[in-house]
């Protein structure tokens, strides 16, 4: 009859673990507490031991950190899961494993959201954004709400022209503006991946090349029209000029200057006074700067009324300015936000409102939506430039240059020279006349 041990209890443990050597604790056959004496200091282990043609001796915890009841139920997990196998190989191979492991996270592949930050980064020091806070945040948040969540793990050394169509699809349609910057920034996005981070093999295809992804998105022809920016009627320009005129602060003088010269808010908020010739009366903004930088530099002429503006702004300026022509009162040393000039035009229009008037809207847009729609700088500054131009039949190219369209890509900004410039300095004056012809009344 095989001897039965006695099943020792958390006691006996206690008393044993001042007896050098190893004591055989029942309960799980094999199953040991094994006692070593260093000087006076003893260290405890717990042994699962196995004899025979496959014997074994593995440690499996240690005294008091696992009792004698948790040591007992982890070695019978073990035996239960491990059954008639070597414990001490199957402890090398785990070990293996979590070595390998570790080794696969050094040699981990960086993921987009591991790298979109690191490129934005990279933008921001070189200096590529027309307008570095705005425009890192407009690009982020875009980033962070269409590409991320369902692309964020995307691997960029493995990501498919497949991969990133997917992505688009749900904002290709209805988001068509959108969906056309953030594919511009996604394909910048591995170049520099490629050529810079060298994350991407130099042999791989540009994921999010327009070439690549025609085939896989639906056609253009299917996209929501996008909706013009509104603007207001020639008729409504004179009365509203009158009253933006009225307005102090820089924000109106921005709005008013970004207006008389047909400009983007951009090209405005970002004005430095080096770009300004005081003498021959020119505003020339660099062809980085412009929208459309194949379109060259943009050489604006200034009317009397333009000129007013800066002389005033130039008494004003002071050293915290940074050399904008209208820095930000809420921000050190840097220009007004991007949603400064609108705001000032939705301030206007609710006292219009207030007063019973119809307020500064798009009329056509308003009647179409059947709720005000209030015109923006944008489109002012532009369409209703536009608008007003041609109903003076003012000649087509001076028309196209001062709005920095294209007349012909081949001359890039050659053809824009002394007489052009002159052509555009009638055409502008005219137009700051008839802006403030309210005013002078």
């Avoid at 090209?267 to 930088?293: C, G």
């Avoid at 294209?406 to 555009?424: H, Q, V």
Wanted: overall charge positive.
């Amino acid at each position: 009859m095989p001897k039965v041990l006695k099943l020792l209890t958390n006691r006996d443990i206690k008393l044993l673990a001042t007896q050098p050597g190893r004591h055989s604790v029942g309960g799980v056959k094999g199953l040991m507490l094994q006692v070593k004496d260093y000087g006076g200091v003893f260290s405890c282990s717990w042994l699962l031991r196995r004899q025979g043609a496959d014997s074994f001796t593995c440690t499996i915890g240690s005294y008091p950190i696992l009792s004698v009841d948790q040591a007992r139920q982890k070695a019978m997990e073990l035996l239960a899961i491990h059954g008639d196998a070597n414990l001490v190989e199957v402890k090398k191979a785990e070990r293996a494993r979590r070595i390998e492991a570790k080794r696969n996270a050094e040699r981990h592949e960086p993921t987009i959201s591991d790298l979109i930050s690191k490129w934005l980064d990279w933008k921001e020091l070189r200096g590529e954004w027309k307008d570095s806070i705005q425009a890192r945040y407009k690009a982020e948040q875009r980033i962070q709400r269409h590409i991320i969540p369902n692309g964020g793990n995307l691997i960029v050394s493995q990501a498919t022209a497949e991969d990133i169509s997917e992505l688009f699809k749900p904002i290709w349609l209805e988001l068509p503006a959108t969906a056309d910057i953030l594919l511009n920034l996604m394909k910048n996005f591995f170049v520099w991946a490629t050529t810079v981070e060298k994350a991407r093999s130099s042999n791989l295809i540009n994921p999010a090349e327009w070439q690549y992804l025609k085939p896989l998105l639906p056609s253009k022809k299917l996209r929501r029209k996008e909706e013009h920016y509104p603007f207001l009627e020639k008729d409504q320009l004179p009365s509203f000029f009158a009253a933006l005129h009225k307005r102090e602060g820089v924000s109106p003088r921005c709005t008013e200057f970004a207006i008389l010269t047909c400009v983007r808010s951009s090209n405005a908020r970002l004005a430095r006074w080096e770009q300004i010739d005081f003498d021959k009366r020119l505003w020339i903004i660099d062809e980085e700067e412009m929208k459309v930088s194949s379109n060259g530099q943009h050489i604006v002429p200034l009317s009397d009324q333009a000129m007013r503006i800066l002389e005033k702004q130039h008494e004003l300026r002071n050293v915290d300015d940074a050399g904008f022509v209208f820095p930000s009162s809420r921000r050190f040393r840097a220009p007004l936000g991007n949603t400064a000039l609108n705001t000032v035009i939705k301030d206007l229009h609710n006292i219009e409102v207030l007063a019973g008037r119809e307020g500064w809207i798009d009329r056509r847009q308003s009647e179409k939506k059947g709720k005000p729609v209030i015109a923006v700088q944008h489109a002012i500054s532009r369409a209703t430039f536009e608008s007003w131009a041609h109903s003076i039949h003012a000649p087509e190219r001076p028309i196209q240059l001062i709005l920095h369209h294209d007349i012909d890509p081949r001359l890039g900004s050659a053809y824009d020279r002394e007489e052009s410039i002159e052509d555009k300095r009638k055409l502008l004056q005219k137009w700051a006349d008839f802006c403030f012809s309210e005013i002078y009344e």
